[in-house]
T-cell receptor, first 112, second 113 residues
């Protein structure tokens, strides 16, 4: 069965620190990959997506992710985090033609 | 607001009662999805509609769960004879096609006492 793994469950950073959140997906099938963010009290919002083409994907709010096929990875990065980036981050892949498979999420806390 | 809406936002019920949740997708999105999210986990797929047709149901969706999308617009998710293990956030999402990201609603948080 297809799966998504997020190995960092909780991350604490100071403002201006660099961020990298890991995401690995299982082999097989079409690879459509997404990062969603959930700010406290808000619904899931799309940060960025990868379907094909340039493996370096730019998203909103200064986030980017790199699709590395050989490593089955799609890590999320941001060069300098802000307090407002405190949220839970979910990696997901499209499975088959429609449903998403999500990772367990990473809770990021940014200290002011 | 033209996003996905869900009602109610919170529901507290006693074990054994039936509950029904509603989802209104973004207008003209023909694909609608239900997910369930428990504490410390990512959302888990429950079921998927394309227009009014329910095309897939997860094994997570026991016989006590039923979902409908009668006219291809809003959808309802009903849980009969609720159990404490049904306590979770129930999320609805929609998109206009396979190669488009899913847009999520705010969810309905169910607490079964």
């Amino acid at each position: 069965a297809q799966s998504v793994s997020q190995h960092n469950h909780h991350v604490i950073l100071s403002e201006a620190a660099s961020l990298e959140l890991g995401c690995n997906y299982s082999y097989g099938g079409t690879v459509n990959l997404f990062w969603y963010v959930q700010y406290p009290g808000q619904h899931l919002q799309l940060l960025l997506k990868y379907f094909s083409g340039d493996p370096l994907v730019k998203g909103i709010k200064g986030f980017e992710a790199e699709f590395i096929k050989s490593k089955f990875s799609f890590n999320l990065r941001k060069p300098s985090v802000q307090w407002s980036d405190t949220a839970e981050y979910f990696c997901a892949r499209g499975s088959g033609t429609y449903k998403y498979i999500f990772g367990t999420g990473t809770r990021l806390k940014v200290l002011a | 607001d033209t996003g996905v809406s869900q009602d109610p936002r919170h529901k507290i019920t006693k074990r054994g009662q039936n509950v029904t949740f509603r989802c209104d997708p973004i207008s003209e999105h023909n694909r609608l999805y239900w997910y369930r999210q428990t504490l410390g986990q990512g959302p888990e797929f429950l079921t998927y509609f394309q227009n009014e047709a329910q095309l897939e149901k997860s094994r997570l969706l026991s016989d006590r769960f039923s979902a409908e999308r009668p006219k291809g617009s809003f959808s309802t998710l009903e849980i009969q004879r609720t159990e404490q293990g049904d306590s979770a956030m129930y999320l609805c999402a929609s998109n206009p096609g396979q190669l488009n990201e899913q847009f999520f609603g705010p969810g309905t948080r169910l607490t079964v006492l």
